[in-house]
């Protein structure tokens, strides 16, 4: 019963491709977001979208965009992929409430070479 | 600013010790606080949540609004518990909605 789903495992990209991580959620929920993993550096927030269309920048923007046509996808850009932003890339859904948590994804471990 | 702060990277215990990960956070609201756990090759799970006061696989966590401290305690540790944990914290983002901010994590290994 796989809830949100990342559309790839693994990637291997190249220096300057402009590269499209997707996430689907099936539960309605309103928000989504977007965290790369690093280790020793946690979770930091990419971006997050709280409705349909419309996006907020988090903690790491930069080198990178997201896209939220439809409620249950949420895409991540790297618009000229770059190979400090090799890391994993995790996807999450929230109800949006304070005590409602998330629920993630699987990871998308992006290489760019 | 709200920040959670997971002081240690590594832990290691032997099993049937007690494990204690350690978590504190800085936050002017009322805070709203997560465990969420990482086996290996697994995705990202909630552990437990605050609000529930519940335990889950025999790990428990306790508010401490005075210490500003949220640690995930188990009194006997099993190698099954060997994972990466993460804290978190639910703070505004934005309208009536909430996002988490996380601590950097500790590994938790349990030896046999």
């Known amino acids: 019963d796989v809830k949100v789903t990342q559309s790839s495992r693994y990637l291997v990209k190249r220096t300057g491709e402009k590269v499209f991580l997707e996430c689907v959620q099936d539960?309605?929920?309103?928000?989504m977001f977007w965290y790369r993993q690093d280790p020793g550096l946690g979770l930091r927030l990419i971006y997050f979208s709280y409705d349909v269309k419309m996006k907020e920048k988090g903690d790491i923007p930069e080198g990178y965009s997201v896209s939220r046509e439809k409620k249950e996808r949420f895409s991540l850009i790297l618009e000229s992929a770059s190979t400090n932003q090799t890391s994993m890339y995790l996807c999450?859904?929230?109800?949006?409430?304070?005590?409602?948590?998330?629920?993630f994804g699987s990871g998308t471990r992006l290489t760019v070479v | 600013a709200q920040r959670v702060t997971q002081p240690e990277k590594l832990l290691s215990v032997f099993k049937g010790a007690p494990v204690e990960l350690k978590c504190n956070y800085s936050y002017s609201g009322s805070p709203e606080l997560f465990w969420y756990v990482q086996y290996s090759r697994q995705r990202l799970q909630l552990l437990l949540r605050h609000i529930s006061r519940e335990s889950i696989k025999g790990f428990t966590a306790d508010l401490n609004k005075g210490e500003t401290s949220f640690h995930l305690k188990k009194p006997f540790a099993q190698e099954e518990d060997s994972a990466m944990y993460y804290c978190?914290?639910?703070?505004?983002?934005?309208?009536?909605?909430?996002?988490?901010?996380f601590g950097k994590g500790t590994l938790l290994t349990v030896n046999p």
């Open positions: 978190a914290l639910s703070v505004m983002g934005g309208g009536s909605n909430y996002k988490l901010t």
């Open positions: 999450a859904s929230s109800p949006g409430t304070m005590f409602s948590g998330y629920t």
């Open positions: 539960m309605d929920h309103e928000n």
